[in-house]
């Protein structure tokens, strides 16, 4: 597949940029992507959650009424689950959610989630570039120019760029990241992937390893 290589004004240039089959057209693997994704989203959980159980609360162990005779079932003491203000049966305790998942299939989900968006048509090739400072109106300006302000944008970039970085962070819908660091969750969250031109090479190089 040959995608023409865009100007960040909005213009088009007369250069093609290729994009290897290999990891751009392949049959896409659902099931790599689902445990992918499902991987990235556990590895963000804190996991601090915590309630207190029977032990741990703190409360008068009499018991609250004669346990025979009333016509009732028997009741314990203040902390039972089954009273306002009593311990939670089986509540959340802290725990670690990370779980480990082999390389190979993270590259298979990572190429079928870029071939997904190279069929649909969200994948964009820009020319290198580079911002004088920081500012987020020239961000906001470079999106406008490419028609794709009102929607969701993974920025693709070869190399760390502070500057580019900096003045799209207060953009809601705006994602920057390096070659090297792009995830299966992120390019399927994004409407549109604006890669640089430079960045293809780097992408190539890093499934070859």
Known sequence: MELVVHKIDGSTTTRKVALDDAIFGIEPNDHAIYLDVKQHLANKRQGTHSSKERSQMSGSTRKLKRQKGTGGARSGDINSPLFVGGARAFGPQPRVYNFKLNKKVKQLARKSALT??????????????SFEEIKTSRYKELLANLKVADQKTLMVLPESDQKVYM?????QKARVLTAASINTYDILNAGNILIVESSVQKINEMFQK
């Open 116 to 129: 997904y968006k190279a069929k649909q048509n969200e994948i964009m090739i820009l020319e290198d570039f």
């Open 167 to 171: 003045s799209s962070r207060n953009i």
